[in-house]
């Protein structure tokens, strides 16, 4: 690692080289492999040609630092509301500061929460969403509140002509389901031990780009169903809900559990999780019988 530098450029192809700036002067450095690493706005990944795909705008999450929540120090609470499509949730770090979130879809008449001035209007979303109203009773913000679009981006096959791509910068997951972090220690994993197994450092990078295909399509997957289920608004939804929940109700093994179990637990067969399609087959007919 060099410190104090600066990259400006990827060159891919057969002479891979990166330019980077260092004080006044510029030099290149010609390499067997670049790996982007840097982040859903990646640079890297623009100059090495990627092409990124975007999911439709559905949920939109805000997040500020509180000191003095009255909130367990203990644990993460999280709460839904399903009818307000809304959710929240408290994560403590120490001291009586805690990372705190609200998210809703996005829906008209439904503002972004930004700015100090914001604050008053974040705590409603929170306890609208469930979250006890007297936990913010005396609390402080400690840190700027912002909000941020929850749809997935991705590159397809995050491998090209010498450049990989990890973390963000191959594919940013919703935020909502916290698994951003395990994502990229997955990238590095996966391809450093590729890396190490084959001498053919392009055939092991083309064979980490399609786990990554395969492991990111099931994070992508089951966020979709959850969102849909708990969030989405209108009457489809909201019946969907109805017979989702009274199976949940019976048997709570059935909900994906995303964070803990990640992209290797199987996620294509309705013995796994909620069988959507069959419920939203259920859902449709029930909706078109009450027209």
Request: hydrophobic share 40%.
């Amino acid at each position: 690692m060099q410190r104090g530098i600066a990259a400006v450029e990827v060159l891919p192809g057969p002479a891979l080289s990166v330019r980077v700036k260092a004080g006044e002067g510029e030099r290149a450095y010609q390499t067997r492999l670049i790996v982007g690493a840097d982040g859903r706005t990646s640079a890297c990944r623009n100059w090495a040609g990627f092409t990124v795909l975007r999911d439709p705008d559905r949920m939109v999450i805000a997040g500020v630092l509180f000191d003095w929540l009255g909130a367990p120090e203990d644990a993460v609470n999280i709460f839904t509301n399903p009818e307000r499509s809304q959710f929240a949730f408290t994560v403590p770090l120490g001291r009586t500061r805690f990372r705190c979130y609200a998210g809703s879809y996005q829906q008209e008449g439904r503002r972004r929460l930004s700015g100090g001035k914001a604050v008053a209007e974040f705590v409603a979303d929170s306890v609208a969403a469930d979250a006890p109203p007297e936990w913010f009773t005396g609390a402080q913000l400690a840190g700027p509140l912002a909000s941020f679009d929850c749809a997935d981006t991705w590159v397809a096959h995050p491998y090209q002509a010498g450049v990989a791509l990890v973390g963000d910068a191959a594919a940013a997951s919703d935020p909502t389901y916290g698994c951003g972090l395990s994502l990229v220690l997955r990238d590095v994993r996966v391809l450093s031990n590729l890396l190490l197994a084959e001498g053919d450092w392009g055939s092991a990078a083309h064979a980490y780009a399609a786990e990554h295909d395969r492991y990111f399509s099931s994070i992508r997957r089951q966020p979709d169903w959850l969102t849909k289920l708990y969030y989405e608004p209108g009457l489809v939804a909201m019946l969907r809900r109805a017979c989702a929940f009274a199976r949940l109700a019976k048997d709570p093994s059935r909900g994906p559990d995303i964070p803990g179990l990640g992209p290797g637990r199987p996620a294509t067969r309705p013995h796994t999780g909620i069988c959507l399609g069959r419920i939203n087959q259920i859902c449709m007919s029930r909706s078109q019988g009450n027209q």
